[in-house]
């Protein structure tokens, strides 16, 4: 069973991939229900949501054009104690040729390491990509509050910046 349902759709804007639930999350079945957790904050700040969202409204991104999944869907618990073998990247990439969203963020470097298969990764758009989707790739600092020493709101705010170029052209030649 999986901790959190996934928030996925045909004809996203965005989807956001983390590494697994945390231990808030899980029991409340929110995403980001960590009290340390910047995502709704994030999400408002930078112009992703018009209002800053709760965690037990989480259904509501779809609205925004923002599906929601995780790399380790039966598992719930901070990076450091997941094992390798509780992720499973080819069911995520299943599911990205399935919805084929726009943008792809991962929030945080393990989730794109662990996605991507790559040991070395950088914050921001993924230049090149192993992927067998066309979707954009974006890396994003951790939300986490265990991960304060690594944020950076600079790399989320250039992510939704790219949503709103993809959204721009999608209207333009709709």
């Known amino acids: 069973m999986h901790k959190l349902p996934d928030l996925l759709r045909p004809g996203l804007d965005l989807v956001i991939c983390g590494t697994a639930a945390g231990p808030k999350s899980a029991s409340t079945k929110t995403y980001y229900a960590g009290p340390g957790n910047k995502f709704w904050r994030t999400l408002y700040k930078t112009g992703l949501t018009p209002r800053q969202i709760a965690p037990s409204e989480f259904a509501d991104l779809t609205d925004f054009g923002i599906g929601l999944t995780d790399l ?6 901070v990076d450091a104690k997941l094992d390798q073998s509780d992720f499973n990247a080819a069911e995520f990439w299943e599911k990205m040729n399935t919805y084929n969203p726009r943008i792809i963020a991962f929030n945080s470097k393990k989730a ?8 070395q990764i950088d914050y921001g758009k993924a230049c090149e ?14 939300t986490s509050g265990k991960a304060e020493k690594s944020w950076n709101i600079k790399y989320w705010h250039e992510c939704a910046e790219l949503v709103r170029d993809e959204q721009r052209l999608r209207h333009l030649y709709s």
């Not at 380790?72 to 618990?77: D, I, N, T």
């Not at 990509?129 to 890396?139: A, G, K, N, P, Q």
Request: hydrophobic content about 45%; cysteine-free.
């Open 72 to 77: 380790a869907k039966h598992v719930s618990g």
């Open 112 to 119: 794109a390491q662990v996605a991507l298969g790559r040991n």
């Open 129 to 142: 990509t192993e992927t067998l989707v066309e979707s954009i790739v974006f890396v994003l600092p951790s």
